[in-house]
Structure formats: C-alpha cells, structure tokens
C-alpha cells in the first residue's frame, strides 16, 4: 500500500490546525476555492502516480540491475546518509531545470500556479512531472545504491517538504542557512524580482549557496506569490494541460523542425526574453461563485478524503482496467467541483449528474471497487452527497460564468 494513503489523515488535520491559526495570525493566507483547487490537484498527482509508478522506480530497478558500477549495502547508515544527499543534490538539478526548461515547467507550473501560500499549497503537485523526471536519479542507480533505498529517500525528501509551505513559521536563524526552511521556500514561491529563479533545494539549502541561486527572505518587502502568466482557472485538469498547449503551439508556429523542437527545451519566457513584469497592484484570482457554492465544493471534497485514500492504497493491486475506471470516476469529481467553483455554465447540472451517478454505483454495485460495505453506510455517504445539492440550486450567483479579481496586493 502506498505511503501516502496513511499520511493523508495527517495533511488533513495539519491543514485544518493551520487555518484556524491564520485566522489570527496571517489573515488571507487562505481561500476556500484555491485551497480546495489545491487538494483537487493533489488527488489528480497521486492518480496519475498509480499508473506512472513503473515508469519511475521500474526504470531506476532497471537501471541498477543492468548498469550499476557497485552495489550498496542496503543496511549500513551511511548508505542511507549518502542516498539522502545525492537524492536531494540530484532534487536540486530537476526542480532548477523544471524553471529553465519549457518542457520541465509545464509539468512543475502546477506547484506554483497557487496564489496563496498554505499547507494546502504543498499538495498541489503536477500529475505529469514523472514523465520528464525520471532521468535526473538515474546516476543513483549508476552508483549502486538499492532500488528500496532510492524509493524510501525519495519519499522522505518529498515529505519533508510539506511543512515548508507555510507563512507561519518565522525565519530559523542558522537553520534558513542548512536547510529548505518556510522562509527560505517562501521566496520560491514568490514572483517579486528578487524571488523568480531562487532556493530550489528540497531539504538542503546548501545547493542553492553552493551554485548560486539562494536569496534570503526580505523584511521590507512581502512576498507575492503565484507565477507571471497566472492559471486564472480551478480546473485542474486544465491546470496540468494548459502550459503544454501553448508550447505546443509556439512550437507549430517555428519556422522549422529543428527550432519546433527547441521551443520545448527553451526557457518559459522565450530565448533571450525576460519574464512579463508584475503590476504594482497584483489581483489574485478570484470566480463569482458563491460562498454557499464553495462551501458545498469544500463538502463534496471532504466526502472525496475516503474514496481517494481508498485509490491510493490499492491502485497497484487492481486491474489495469479498474484502476482506470476508479480513476474516471476521482476525474469526474473534481472537475465537476472546479466548475462549481468557476461559477461555469451548466456546472450546477454537470455536478448534479455526477453525484446521483456516483450515487448510483455505491448503492447498486456488488462492491465498491473491492471494499465490501454495508447498505447502511452506502446509503448514509450517498444521502450526505445528495443532500447538500439543494443550496446549489438556491444560489443564483452559482451559474454567472463571469471571473472577476476579489483581492489586491501591491508589490
């Protein structure tokens, strides 16, 4: 079973701790249809991770196995000491390269197409980074170390950056000078002058000294974060795609076939270009919808927690064609919500549709997906879907497809 299914329940109790400390602390660190789109975005990363799995570790395991110049020994410490530091130096050249090359920054965009910065923000994880990822951890398997090494390192390096992506914790003194501290991340996520292109390290800071690209966090001027050419959307799926699409159409447009390729491993902004300046006066994205529509998505989300973990925790042992339809189905809900979010035409009836069909597979079918569950908790999950229906339909804003921007942050 993956790792991450029995992180889940510490994401969402840390995240909850975290808002209700903002509250006081650092009013409008959080917004219900951005922290939402973040977990919807996070749910889409680990789908896709269950069919991509293969492509990562079984690469790396056949890497070792056919091309390794020594072998490890697995239960020595300093193996585990050595693998962490070559995992996060390795970490250092892909997460740099997910900035400076096109193809790598459209699957890495997705991380920081977030306006706001939160725990939630942390879960908002590309689903196709593993395709371009892959290559950069393959000199750890040239050098010997275990395939259950890499992987057990690799989960630790992703893990520790969760807590990171908060604005709570204040600078750490020496610790902002050794590791990937929140204020040292916070300039990562920013797009002021001095934050684009800095601290790329994913433990270790020491990286970003070493080759030149740390920036210390400034009191005087605060952090805005989000990207210059903002997503402007809560549709994830859109999300994931929307930069590969405009790649792919600068790259039609080249005068020929060997520039059409270049375009993809070519800096976002363009050869030689600079990055489009902020205003003074950025405006974060916002849609019409209602409180009393984003209420209901941060519902439908809640009731999503469980048959997510439940994916995430069996996907490998399914077959390859359930698995695809249990995915569909995790697809289906969070595009649905992101349309109740953007306030989309017909959004109220596509959600409508998708809740009294998802309805309609717990109550009827023999199982669900393997887990056998009594009628009266079917019944009881499919009624706390359905009942919150009533307050879209009461809402008159919850169809004005019109985007409009609710907040200002002057640079």
């Known amino acids: 079973m993956s790792p991450i299914a029995y992180a889940i329940p510490i994401f969402m109790l840390s995240i909850l701790a975290e808002y209700l400390l903002a509250r006081r602390r650092a009013p409008g660190a959080y917004d219900i249809a951005d922290g939402v789109t973040s977990l919807h975005f996070g749910v ?18 056949w890497t070792f196995e056919h091309f390794r110049l020594t072998t490890l020994p697995q239960n020595e410490w300093w193996v585990w000491v050595l693998a962490l530091l070559f ?12 900035h400076e090359v096109n193809l790598l920054w459209g ?30 951890y393959l000199a750890m398997a040239i050098a010997g170390i275990p395939p259950f090494v890499f992987a057990v390192v690799a989960l630790i390096d992703l893990l520790y950056q969760y807590w ?16 990937v501290t929140p204020s040292n991340h916070r300039v990562h996520h920013g797009q002021n002058d001095y934050c684009l292109d800095r601290n790329y390290g994913g433990i270790f800071i020491f990286w970003d000294r070493l080759f030149g690209t740390f920036t210390e966090e400034r009191d005087d001027e605060p952090v805005v974060y989000g990207i210059r050419s903002p997503l402007a959307s809560y549709d994830p799926v859109w999300g ?4 590969y699409r405009d790649i792919a159409r600068r790259s ?12 993809w491993f070519e800096p976002p902004a363009g050869r030689g270009k600079q990055p489009p300046p902020m205003p003074p006066n950025f405006q974060r994205y916002d849609s019409t919808a209602s409180m009393a529509a984003r209420r209901y998505a941060l519902w439908q ?30 697809v289906a809900w969070v595009w649905s919500l992101s349309g109740v979010l953007e306030a989309r035409a017909q ?29 009266i908790w079917r019944t009881l999950f499919t009624l706390l879907m359905l009942a919150p229906l009533w307050s879209l339909y009461r809402d008159d804003q919850a169809a004005t497809p019109t985007p409009s921007s609710r907040s200002s942050i002057s640079a």
């Not at 970490?91 to 997910?98: F, K, T």
């Not at 994931?240 to 930069?243: K, M, R, S």
Request: proline share 3%; net charge positive.
């Open 44 to 61: 889409l990363s680990q789908i896709a991770g269950a069919f991509t799995y293969l492509l990562t570790i079984g690469i790396y395991s």
């Open 87 to 98: 995992y996060d130096f390795c970490y250092y050249w892909v997460h740099r390269a997910g």
């Open 107 to 136: 699957a890495h965009q997705v991380h920081h197409s977030s306006e706001y910065y939160n725990l939630t923000t942390a879960l908002r994880q590309t689903a196709t980074g593993a395709f371009t990822a892959w290559p950069f």
């Open 164 to 179: 990171v992506h908060t604005q709570l914790v204040p600078k750490l003194s020496v610790l902002d000078r050794i590791l």
């Open 240 to 243: 994931n795609l929307n930069v």
């Open 252 to 263: 039609r447009a080249a005068p020929n076939l060997w520039k059409a390729i270049g375009v």
């Open 301 to 330: 989300y809640v009731l999503l927690i469980a048959p997510a973990t439940h994916f995430i925790a069996i996907a490998r042992q399914l077959e390859w064609l359930e698995r695809a339809q249990y995915a569909l189905i995790l």
């Open 347 to 375: 959004s109220r009836l596509v959600e409508t549709l998708r809740v009294v069909a998802t309805a309609a597979l717990l109550l009827f079918g023999a199982s669900w997906f393997d887990l056998a569950m009594d009628l």
